[in-house]
């Protein structure tokens, strides 16, 4: 069964950083694009970064510049790292795989707040 473990999801300030960190347990994992995805109060679930198996990335507008996404595929686990926070970033942040998601992980809170 796979399984996505989110973590490193904090309450900080504007201009603040923070670093999330997902465990997967996933067969193959070092051929799979995956994914950090957010969901907001009210809103769709949104993909925002991406890496392929190749080392290719892609990240949302919204955070282009800001955020950043590495993989370890001898610990399969996938981090973003999150530089000047903005309020709009406030959400539940999961990881997945790209393309076809899996079951969903529950995801860890991030609540960016002066």
């Known amino acids: 069964q796979v399984q996505f473990v989110e973590s490193g999801g904090n309450l900080v300030q504007p201009g603040e950083s923070l670093r999330l960190s997902c465990e997967v347990s996933?067969?193959?994992?070092?051929?799979?694009?995956m994914g950090w995805y957010r969901q907001a109060p009210g809103k769709q679930r949104e993909l925002v970064a991406q890496?392929?198996?190749?080392?290719?990335?892609n990240y949302a507008g919204s955070v282009k510049g800001r955020f950043s996404i590495s993989r370890d595929n001898t610990k399969n686990t996938v981090t973003l790292q999150m530089n000047s926070l903005k309020p709009e970033d406030t959400a539940v942040y999961y990881c997945?795989?790209?393309?076809?998601?899996?079951?969903w992980g529950q995801g860890t809170q991030v609540t960016v707040s002066s």
């Open positions: 996933l067969s193959d994992f070092r051929f799979y694009t």
């Open positions: 890496l392929a198996f190749g080392g290719l990335t």
């Open positions: 997945n795989t790209v393309g076809s998601p899996h079951s």
